[in-house]
């Protein structure tokens, strides 16, 4: 690699194709592109996410993943983000050559930043869109490692003098030794234990250290299926607001109604059965109340469409944030990481229905500071949660006013971390001390 040039810094971005991975990637990547440092931003993966980091100031070169199901005993997961990138990879890295980055920055689950780092010896940073290292739980390195991988690894040792698996890595996850930059607050986060999460620990332990808490990333550039809302009826919002009415919104994200429709989610067989279980004992709890205005996601993947009450609004997808930061007095949520942190930035109380993966320490964080209520058991919600109970914990949460106090609380705790602005100041002055 030759040295930076004089006019600034080159930053190359990994993202991975999710929403939820994606959005708090945007402002960093527009603060980024704004910074005195920083000369360009290149972001490079699926074509389809070009708009987006466009929009934010980068440029975007296309190389589309490969999509091809796993064999058996390899996760969906660590097949789509060590395997199946190995098709990519040389195309990948030959393009990051033309571009001469300074520094890395990319997604924890995106293999192709950990490469690139490694082939040009570049500081990089892994931007980790949960509350922490720990949050993943002991679970998820048992469902994502197995002897099967061991060729991938073969192969990238091959490639580029990389063996992720020999040297620790999970073949999921590709923390950068530099910087883990984590989009939420020290004290409701995670880190691994060696007593209670001890594979876990092993695995991330030499990283202790490297994680910057910044608070959440969230900027007006977005991907995701009905975040602009151009056609929602908020006039019949408007009108329930104007009649006094409670606005609970309702939904599961997209990884629990999307990528894991097939997969156990929260006790269920699968994500669409916790769907269309939860659904029925929503309608059970709120249809047809005079009091309660109802607004759904169902995401695009409901075995049938049912007869919905006079008092709900549904649609396959929403524009989350506009009904959170106008209208939503309580929010049903699965607590996927940005869903939890729109909630308490619009100071809107939750109703915890986690389904999978950091879900459940998101909603155990939540309701530890008050946010959040759950009259279930959080560990097995398809079991255990009931129209009765969850009529109960809405009434609760619009009848107690602590709940929202205590997003407020923790909004202004989060706010103060610095965000997107001090993420970038964090991956500038990475490049700028090889200066």
């Known amino acids: 690699m030759s040295p930076p040039a004089a006019s600034g810094v080159r930053v190359a971005v990994f993202p991975i194709d999710a929403v939820g991975h994606v ?9 980024l ?12 993966g699926a074509g389809s996410l070009g708009r987006a980091f466009t929009a934010a100031g980068a440029g975007h070169v296309a190389v589309e993943p490969v999509a091809s199901p796993p064999p058996p005993g390899v996760s969906e997961l660590a097949y789509k983000s060590f395997v199946l990138p190995l098709a990519v990879t040389e195309r990948m890295t030959a393009r990051v050559a033309e571009f001469r980055p300074d520094v890395v920055l990319y997604d924890v689950f995106c293999v192709h ?23 993943l739980g002991e679970q998820f390195v048992l469902q994502h490692t197995g002897d099967r991988l061991a060729s991938a690894s073969a192969r990238y040792r091959e490639l580029y003098g990389l063996d992720p698996l020999g040297e620790g890595f999970l ?3 590709f923390p950068s030794p530099d910087l883990s930059i984590v989009t939420a607050i020290e004290s409701l986060s995670r880190q691994p234990d060696a007593a209670t999460t001890p594979r876990l620990h092993a695995a991330l332990s030499r990283h202790d250290g490297t994680c910057a808490f910044v608070g959440p990333s969230v900027g007006e550039i977005r991907i995701g299926s009905g975040h602009s809302g151009e ?43 916790y769907l269309t279980a939860l659904l029925r004992h929503l309608v059970g709890a709120l249809g047809d109340r005079d009091d309660v205005l109802v607004v759904a996601a169902t ?38 990481m940005n869903s939890t942190t ?29 946010a959040a209520l759950a009259l279930w058991d959080l560990h097995d919600v398809y079991a255990t949660l009931t129209a009765d109970r969850l009529a109960r914990a809405v009434r609760q949460v619009l009848d107690e006013p602590s709940y929202r106090q205590a997003c407020l609380t923790l ?11 001090r993420a970038a100041q964090l991956v500038a002055s990475l490049a700028r001390s090889r200066l």
Do not use: C, K
Request: no cysteine.
């Open 171 to 173: 073949p999921v996850l």
């Open 299 to 336: 995401g695009s993947a409901l075995a049938a469409e049912p007869e919905w009450p006079d008092n709900f609004v549904v649609r396959p997808f929403l524009p989350q944030r506009e009904i959170l930061d106008g209208y939503a007095d309580a929010f049903i949520t699965h607590h996927g």
């Open 23 to 31: 959005n708090p990637l945007l402002p960093i990547v527009q603060a």
């Open 33 to 44: 592109a704004a910074h005195p440092a920083v000369a360009q931003v290149r972001s490079f």
């Open 113 to 135: 930043g950990l490469v690139a780092a490694r082939v040009f010896g570049l500081p990089s940073a892994s931007l980790v869109t949960f509350p922490g290292y720990g949050a």
């Open 342 to 370: 729109e909630s308490i930035l619009a100071g809107v109380p939750m109703i915890s229905v986690p389904g999978a993966g950091d879900q459940l320490p998101n909603a155990e964080i939540a309701i530890a500071g008050g």
């Open 231 to 273: 056609s929602f009826p908020y006039e019949v919002l408007d009108a329930a607001r104007r009649a006094g009415r409670s606005i609970v919104l309702f939904s599961l994200g997209t990884v629990l109604t999307g990528f894991r429709l097939h997969s156990p989610v929260g006790g269920a067989p699968s994500g669409r059965a």
């Open 411 to 421: 909004r202004d705790r989060m706010t103060a971390a610095g965000g997107a602005p």
